[in-house]
């Protein structure tokens, strides 16, 4: 997947130095604003650390150069198109409302901290549908309600009736909070900016809350929008604590500011946020969300549905009442614990296949391992097979019940019943159920 960012990068860069060669600054910046911000993301998923290196090293050198523009652009007044559609397309600055001449473009900093905050736009849809998140349905309305609505029926938002402007979506972890936020992101028609505590903390002194600050002035150019900050507690702890550094405090202050400023005038921004801690939380903060969902774990019928959803297509014979069975086995088990127990489940067939010494030829002409006594069974293992040249007709069995009693009875949830009560009296003083 990532390999496609990469490659969309260095489409980018050639036809921007191509521009930029030809003299045609206007045309060449937006280019490299979009060359960055696919190098940037393709950086998020590279684990190689020497390709890293190279990409970074030609990231700060093309952002030099995209600053450089930037500064001949400002200089020479309204430069040819430079607000034509390809720079609003790159949203590398934003041209102050009312007009104006010399001087209302941003420095190069502002410019290259847009650049930075450009990657967290999520542009793709991550093709997470509601039917896909089990259960939780007041929490799928409420977020329907100040997602869906308002773009579609903004008939329905007059006088003091107003769209729910911010969410905290809490519970024990891999109960499928970010999940939802997938889910919201598919189905909104609206900007979806994906936020992680690391996007908005410099080692530079002063630039974390002007990041926070650009991030939803963004939010508010390409309105309608959605604001998703993952683990906000690691972002906004309580404030006044021995470890807050000042850099943090800015940042939660600067997020209190803008977070009134979002909820005062209607800008069709909307902030979601995920924790596993609310009690951590800074109170100015949690006030700061009008709605604030607990998403719980799993039901006995959500738990029956994910169990299906993570086995797919992949061929098995459980019945109805298997996938009844399996809900029931896993009381106090997280989506996440289910998900990776399926994945689990999945190598069992794997293990048996190579474990098999007897195999049987199916009527297609595979080879399926099977027990002795099976009509037509012949004593070979896996590795006879493939040295007669017939690995790539070996096939291991559909997944049993079986397969999933085995790996449930090595398996413990993860949630204690601790973490619980301190959620669920979270719930009970400041919450609404999922």
């Known amino acids: 997947m990532y390999s496609n960012f990469k490659e969309q990068a260095i489409e980018y860069v050639k036809q921007a130095v191509q521009e930029d060669n030809a003299g045609n600054y206007a045309k060449a910046f937006p280019l490299y604003m979009n060359a960055l911000e696919y190098f940037k993301t393709h950086l998020k998923y590279e684990k190689n650390p020497k390709i890293r290196e190279a990409i970074t090293l030609k990231f700060t050198e093309y952002l030099r150069r995209a600053e450089e523009i930037r500064a001949v652009l400002d200089e020479g007044g309204p430069g040819p198109s430079s607000n034509g559609d390809a720079a609003v397309a790159a949203r590398p600055k934003t041209k102050p409302k009312d007009g104006g001449g010399e001087g209302d473009g941003e420095d190069p900093e502002q410019a290259k901290l847009r650049a930075g905050l450009n990657s967290a736009i999520i542009r793709e849809k991550p093709n997470v549908n509601w039917n896909d998140v089990a259960g939780l349905e007041s929490a799928k309305q409420a977020l329907q309600e100040a997602v869906i609505l308002p773009v579609k029926f903004p008939q329905f938002f007059t006088g003091k009736r107003r769209p729910w402007r911010a969410f905290l979506l809490y519970g024990p972890p891999g109960t499928g909070k970010s999940y939802l936020a997938k889910a919201v992101a598919t189905e909104a028609d609206s900007t979806?900016?994906?936020?992680?505590?690391?996007?908005?903390?410099?080692?530079?002194?002063?630039?974390?809350?002007?990041?926070?600050?650009?991030?939803?002035?963004?939010?508010?150019?390409?309105?309608?929008?959605?604001?998703?900050?993952?683990?906000?507690?690691?972002?906004?702890?309580?404030?006044?604590?021995?470890?807050?550094?000042?850099?943090?405090?800015?940042?939660?202050?600067?997020?209190?500011?803008?977070?009134?400023?979002?909820?005062?005038?209607?800008?069709?921004?909307?902030?979601?946020?995920?924790?596993?801690?609310?009690?951590?939380?800074?109170?100015?903060?949690?006030?700061?969300?009008?709605?604030?969902?607990?998403?719980?774990?799993?039901?006995?019928?959500?738990?029956?549905?994910?169990?299906?959803?993570?086995?797919?297509?992949?061929?098995?014979?459980?019945?109805?009442?298997?996938?009844?069975?399996?809900?029931?086995?896993?009381?106090?088990?997280?989506?996440?614990?289910?998900?990776?127990?399926?994945?689990?489940?999945?190598?069992?067939?794997?293990?048996?296949?190579?474990?098999?010494?007897?195999?049987?030829?199916?009527?297609?002409?595979?080879?399926?391992?099977?027990?002795?006594?099976?009509?037509?069974?012949?004593?070979?293992?896996?590795?006879?097979?493939?040295?007669k040249g017939l690995a790539s007709k070996i096939l291991p069995p559909p997944i049993t019940r079986t397969d999933f009693d085995k790996v449930l009875a090595r398996q413990r949830p993860t949630v204690s019943k601790g973490d619980l009560e301190v959620h669920e009296r979270f719930t009970k003083e400041f919450g609404e159920e999922g």
């Open 192 to 387: 979806f900016f994906s936020i992680s505590s690391s996007d908005l903390v410099s080692k530079w002194m002063g630039e974390s809350e002007k990041l926070v600050s650009n991030l939803f002035q963004m939010a508010r150019d390409n309105a309608p929008s959605i604001i998703f900050i993952d683990e906000i507690d690691s972002l906004c702890g309580q404030r006044g604590e021995g470890n807050e550094s000042e850099a943090s405090r800015r940042i939660k202050t600067e997020l209190l500011v803008q977070m009134q400023g979002v909820g005062n005038n209607d800008q069709k921004v909307l902030v979601l946020a995920a924790t596993n801690t609310p009690y951590a939380l800074d109170q100015a903060i949690r006030r700061r969300f009008d709605k604030r969902i607990y998403i719980p774990l799993p039901d006995l019928k959500a738990r029956q549905h994910m169990f299906k959803v993570h086995l797919g297509d992949t061929p098995h014979n459980l019945t109805e009442s298997d996938f009844e069975h399996l809900a029931s086995k896993t009381e106090g088990f997280s989506g996440s614990d289910i998900s990776v127990c399926v994945k689990d489940v999945l190598f069992e067939p794997v293990r048996k296949t190579q474990d098999a010494m007897f195999f049987f030829k199916s009527p297609e002409g595979m080879w399926i391992p099977c027990g002795p006594k099976q009509q037509g069974a012949v004593q070979i293992t896996m590795q006879e097979l493939a040295a």
